[in-house]
């Protein structure tokens, strides 16, 4: 078997795993209420784009994300795993990256109006704004349907 470059030159990056990728000014967070069909579930989820002032309008697929209030993908008939954004600190671990993402929604963060600032975030490179979403979709996959409550831009 071959070798790659980056095992031969840096032979301790190589086996400190994969490189995650580059992050830059477009990067951004998602917090999300999301339905999972069969068997009816409802639970949250923080998702996570490299380019999410470009690649997050269109129903494109996250680059990571995770799960919150306990849901694990389980198949659970009726449970709502939903968390309540507003008004407390939420934090969640990405499931590639192992990233942790926290954010801090102000307690009248849903009646607010759409696009005004909710809050802040943070993960351990940079500071994040947050601001009201619509409750658009976000993005779909079979079975399920994810809203946009949030979105949380690099400061």
Same mark, same amino acid.
């Given at each position: 078997?071959?070798?790659?470059?980056?095992?031969?030159?840096?032979?301790?990056?190589?086996?400190?795993?994969?490189?995650?990728?580059?992050?830059?000014?477009?990067?951004?967070?998602?917090?999300?209420? =999301?339905?999972?069909?069969?068997?009816?579930?409802?639970?949250?989820?923080?998702?996570?784009?490299?380019?999410?002032?470009?690649?997050?309008?269109?129903?494109?697929?996250?680059?990571?994300?995770?799960?919150? %209030?306990?849901?694990?993908?389980?198949?659970?008939?009726?449970?709502?795993?939903?968390?309540?954004?507003?008004?407390?600190?939420?934090?969640?671990?990405?499931?590639?990256?192992?990233?942790?993402?926290?954010?801090?929604?102000?307690?009248? %963060?849903?009646?607010?109006?759409?696009?005004?600032?909710?809050?802040?975030?943070?993960?351990?490179?940079?500071?994040?704004?947050?601001?009201?979403?619509?409750?658009?979709?976000?993005?779909?996959?079979?079975?399920?349907? =994810?809203?946009?409550?949030?979105? =949380?831009?690099?400061?």
């Amino acid at each position: 078997m071959r070798a790659s470059l980056i095992s031969v030159i840096f032979p301790a990056l190589a086996a400190a795993g994969p490189i995650i990728e580059a992050r830059g000014p477009n990067e951004g967070v998602y917090l999300t209420n =999301c339905l999972r069909f069969e068997p009816g579930i409802n639970y949250s989820e923080m998702d996570y784009y490299t380019d999410a002032k470009h690649k997050s309008q269109n129903g494109e697929r996250p680059n990571d994300l995770t799960y919150l %209030g306990g849901y694990k993908g389980e198949y659970t008939p009726g449970k709502d795993f939903r968390v309540k954004w507003e008004g407390q600190h939420v934090c969640g671990t990405f499931s590639s990256s192992g990233e942790v993402f926290c954010s801090n929604i102000v307690a009248n %963060g849903g009646s607010l109006a759409d696009g005004a600032f909710a809050g802040t975030g943070h993960n351990k490179e940079t500071n994040f704004n947050c601001y009201k979403d619509t409750g658009r979709t976000l993005y779909s996959s079979t079975g399920i349907l =994810c809203h946009a409550m949030y979105y =949380c831009f690099d400061a």
